[in-house]
């Protein structure tokens, strides 16, 4: 087992001393050898070590440097030190972080980690939270609580007897809403299309004087951090509007959120702590190895309500907190361990330091854009940069071409009619050299390919 171990550490700090020079996207001809892989399951068991170098060879030079300094697409993040670290060890430990009491170290450990997000993130005293997979399944979670309370107010038991003959509720949101959360409210049974959508601004947030008139059960949900801008729906202007109407107010915060961690951003999420639920992503600007999602709910009662079951082989909950009471999942691996080795090794100045280091260098890729005569799309107030580069399909092939030449990866998309190339600042590896050596390649190919 040791030497296995060593041999993978070898493998792993290798890779990750390469990230800085090697190519971000595979190799076309390293995708081509992953055909190698296709190969009928053997009779015989294989020596582990030989199944580790076979898994290196083929599948390390085709996977996307994510974990680099300069992969810059969708919003993804790299891994902290220390949460890798921590990430190999908890793999060790294999612990089923569901029960206190057969579980008891990880299970404190989330414990923990709840209290310093709660007071990270400023939200109210007793809000409580469980380790999901992403920020999908963090909406999820926070809005099977909200559809609990809001039925359970209307006099209906929503877990006990479903959706079938109960009250209708109204979900709000902004026309800029990220599809997870219609996902989430889809597997709700509350419905992708039958929620009553909000028009936004040109940046994408919300116009709060154009939320309806709210009446009955209702949640509503707004957005810190829109996946393209990065701009925020005014939180504090919408929680006062629906809380006084008695509706459940749910932000979806999967990376914006790590706003108010910074005293220079957290203006941006004024009134966060007004709201009934929040969902994040650790596995995003938090750095830690994915997957690593957080549902925090203000009551208690409402997660439990959703999510706890029984049985008579579980050992009841004691004076300790069971983490499956509050999750989906039954069974599931401790993403806490991460996420408390990314917040102990960083301390709250290292992670405001990460957040403003982010979205220092999105201004960098902005001003540099602009003044070499790209359009920047958006306001750029957090770590997202939207850049046109004439037309669409001008634009398009400056995007293909960046990916090809290797030299960092952003992806495509249309915001509000116009195509754009999306630049996400994210990982805690970014340096300005970084940005510098990205711009640089991102000219080079639009002088080649324009
Ligand atoms: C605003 C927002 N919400 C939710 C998600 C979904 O997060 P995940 O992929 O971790 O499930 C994303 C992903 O980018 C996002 O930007």
Redesign the pocket.
């Known amino acids: 087992m040791k030497s296995l171990l060593d041999d993978a550490a070898c493998r792993a700090a290798e890779y990750l001393a390469s990230l800085p020079e090697r190519r971000v996207a595979p190799a076309p001809e390293a995708v081509q050898r992953l055909a190698a892989l296709d190969v009928p399951l053997q009779d015989e068991p294989r020596d582990p070590q030989r199944v580790l170098a076979e898994l290196d060879e083929l599948v390390t030079p085709a996977t996307m440097a994510m974990a680099g300094p300069r992969f810059f697409g ?2 993804i993040g790299g891994s902290l030190p220390a949460a890798l670290a921590a990430n190999w060890l908890a793999g060790a430990w294999d612990q089923n972080a569901g029960l206190y009491s057969v579980t008891p170290g990880v299970a404190h450990l989330e414990q923990v980690v709840l209290r310093w997000l709660n007071d990270l993130f400023g939200l109210p005293a007793g809000t409580t939270g469980a380790f999901v ?7 999820f979670t926070a809005l099977a609580a909200a559809r609990h309370r809001v039925l359970q107010r209307a006099g209906w038991n929503v877990e006990a007897d479903g959706l079938f003959d109960a009250p209708p509720v109204t979900v709000v949101v902004g026309e800029e809403v ?1 599809i ?2 219609l996902k989430a409210l889809g597997m709700l049974g509350l419905g992708r299309n039958r929620v009553l959508r909000v028009p936004v601004d040109a940046q994408g947030r919300m116009r709060a004087a154009e939320l309806p008139r709210i009446a009955g059960p209702t949640i509503v949900c707004v ?1 810190a ?3 393209n801008s990065g701009a925020f729906d005014p939180i504090a202007q919408v929680c006062e509007r629906a809380r006084e109407a008695g509706a459940w107010v749910h932000v ?5 959120l790590w706003a108010k961690t910074s005293p220079r951003y957290a203006q941006l999420v004024r009134g966060v702590e007004r709201a009934d639920s929040w ?1 994040t ?1 650790a ?2 600007w938090l750095n830690v190895p994915y ?1 690593c ?1 957080i549902a925090l709910v203000r009551d208690p009662h409402a997660l439990a309500a959703a999510m706890a079951i029984q049985a008579a082989y579980i050992p009841s909950a004691d004076a300790d907190r069971n983490p499956f009471d509050y999750t989906p999942e039954f069974s599931r691996r401790a993403r806490g361990v991460e996420v408390w080795a990314a917040l102990r090794s960083l301390g709250r100045g290292g992670v405001a330091a990460m957040i403003e280091r982010n979205c220092a260098a999105a201004q960098r890729f902005a001003e540099r854009l602009r003044a070499a005569g790209c359009e920047i799309l958006n306001d750029v107030t957090l770590n997202q940069v939207l850049v046109s580069f004439g037309e669409p399909d001008e634009t398009n092939r400056v995007i293909a071409a960046i990916q090809a030449d290797g030299t960092c990866w952003t992806g495509g998309t249309v915001w509000q009619g116009r195509t754009a190339m999306r630049i996400s600042v994210c990982s805690w590896a970014t340096t300005e050299a970084d940005v510098d050596a990205s711009v640089a390649a991102m000219l080079r190919v639009r002088d080649e390919v324009l």
Request: aromatic letters at 8%; hydrophobic letters at 35%; a negative charge.
């Open positions: 969708f919003v997979t992403g920020a999908t399944m963090a909406n990220h997870t959360v957005q951090g829109n996946v979806d915060g999967a990376f914006g969902s992503d596995h995003k997957d999602g």
